[in-house]
């Protein structure tokens, strides 16, 4: 059974920092790109950040420079550090596979950046 755990959101203030976590289980995680996605309130869910199997990384321009997308293959687990982090980052964020169907939908972990 497939299974993503996200958590480490929160409330913080403009500037600060947060690192999420994604636990996968019920999944080839290794051979999988992996992604972070993102839903505002009244908006559509975006990737913002995807880590391939052999590593490398893409993100979206509006966090490109403050967001850090890794991977531990070992413990079947995605990590975003966010750095920097502004009001507009807003949103309750979840992972999940890049290419393919998607898997089911993990409950997400909010993040609240206050002004």
């Known amino acids: 059974q497939v299974r993503l755990v996200e958590s480490g959101g929160g409330l913080v203030q403009a500037g600060g920092s947060l690192r999420l976590s994604c636990a996968a289980s019920?999944?080839?995680?290794?051979?999988?790109?992996w992604g972070w996605y993102r839903q505002a309130p009244g908006k559509q869910r975006e990737l913002v950040a995807t880590i391939r199997s052999g590593g490398s990384t893409d993100y979206a321009d509006s966090v490109k420079g403050r967001f850090s997308i890794s991977r531990d293959n070992a413990k079947n687990t995605v990590y975003l550090q966010m750095n920097s982090l502004k009001p507009e980052d807003t949103a309750v964020y979840y992972c999940?596979?890049?290419?393919?169907?998607?898997?089911?939908w993990g409950q997400g972990t909010q993040v609240t950046v206050s002004s």
């Open positions: 019920g999944v080839a995680f290794n051979i999988n790109a």
């Open positions: 999940n596979r890049k290419e393919g169907v998607r898997y089911s």
